[in-house]
């Protein structure tokens, strides 16, 4: 089969177009043949060795797939299309895949679609739900509003009750973007003062919740916008440059900063099947929008990987095993 691999860590230069035998299928595991693979920034930490988990060499990467199961197998029958969360072996024409992290896609959802759900839309629930643990009239700052988690943070802070939702972005068209998708105002994360910025676009208040992906500068401005009692999610790093907490600023703040890792959620089959469930019904019914971005053939899989970490992309990127 077709797949992506990389020999030793680096940049998206270390991708490589092979030939694999398929994987074998193991206890628990289901064959998927590959119609599209997701790209996230996390696969370009996973290539260059520096994510939040050890990687092992060789690699084929991409964290899900979309496509058709291969064989009958732990409760799915040949044929059936699902989505799921492979954790790597993604970028390749077939994948063998967790049956606990392998979903049915209803009927009239594209890949794309669903690729976003699976991972990005979880990531979003779950930041708001379960780690921000967003209150009725609360302010939600979603950084990188119109990209994968972004774009999805901005609609369901809304549809969660948030009072006023701010998004950030770094060009005009992805600002425009978040507020096409309900964000009530959106900042450049590059404004000289990023704390103040954030404080402005909430009427001059601090803020209530922060959802942060970058890490560094823009961490530590998000923590000083928060409110008493605000709290920051962590869910990224994006530039690459770790944030020091002191204990003392946030008894001073009466603030909280919490991490959050996807990969945790997988443990229980309630932290996965219910919200994405009802993910697919607010998309079914026309009060979600997946922002699904380029489609990339999966021997440009490097591009990709230049474009995502170039912040040249919006919305859910994917690689076509065909091409």
């Known amino acids: 089969m077709r797949a992506i691999q990389i ?6 230069e270390k991708l490589r177009l092979v030939d694999l035998p398929a994987p074998e299928v193991g206890e628990g595991q289901v064959l998927v043949g590959v119609s599209a693979s997701g ?22 990467p991409g964290a899900e797939v979309a496509g058709v199961v291969e064989a009958e197998a732990q409760g799915f029958r040949k044929g059936e299309r699902v989505v ?5 072996g993604g970028y390749a024409e077939y ?16 890949d794309g679609a669903a690729l976003a759900l699976v991972v990005q839309g979880l990531t979003a629930w779950h930041l708001l739900r379960t780690s921000a643990r967003l209150a009725e009239g609360e302010s939600v700052v979603v950084h990188a509003g119109a990209g994968g988690v972004g774009s999805l943070a901005v609609q369901l802070a809304r549809t969660f009750g948030a009072g006023r939702v701010i998004a950030t972005a770094s060009t005009e068209d992805k600002r ?9 105002a959106a900042v450049d994360p590059n404004a000289d003062d990023l704390a103040a910025a954030l404080r402005e676009a909430n009427g001059g208040a601090h803020v209530d919740v922060v959802l942060e992906m970058a890490g560094g500068a823009v961490f530590e401005a998000s923590r000083r916008a928060l409110a008493p009692f605000g709290r920051l999610v962590a869910y990224g790093m994006a530039s ?3 944030a020091r907490v002191s204990s003392v600023e946030l008894m001073q703040g009466s603030q909280a900063v919490v991490g959050f ?16 469930a009802e993910l697919f019904k607010l998309l079914e019914h026309g009060e979600l929008r997946t922002i ?32």
């Open 240 to 242: 690459r440059e770790p």
């Open 292 to 323: 699904v971005g380029e489609s990339y053939p999966l021997s440009e899989a490097r591009r990709a990987h230049e474009d995502i970490a170039a912040r040249r992309t919006s919305g859910k990127l994917v690689l076509d095993p065909a091409r």
């Open 176 to 184: 425009a973007l978040a507020l096409e998708l309900g964000a009530d």
């Open 261 to 276: 890792w996807l990969m945790h959620c997988l443990r229980d089959p309630e932290m996965t099947r219910g919200p994405l």
């Open 84 to 88: 799921a969360m492979s954790g790597h």
């Open 7 to 12: 020999e030793e860590f680096g940049g998206p």
């Open 39 to 60: 790209v996230n920034f996390a696969d370009t930490h996973q290539t260059q060795n520096d994510y939040l988990t050890p990687t092992e060499l060789p690699l084929v």
């Open 95 to 110: 994948a063998a895949v967790p049956a606990a992290a392998t979903f049915h896609i209803p009927q009239g959802v594209e």
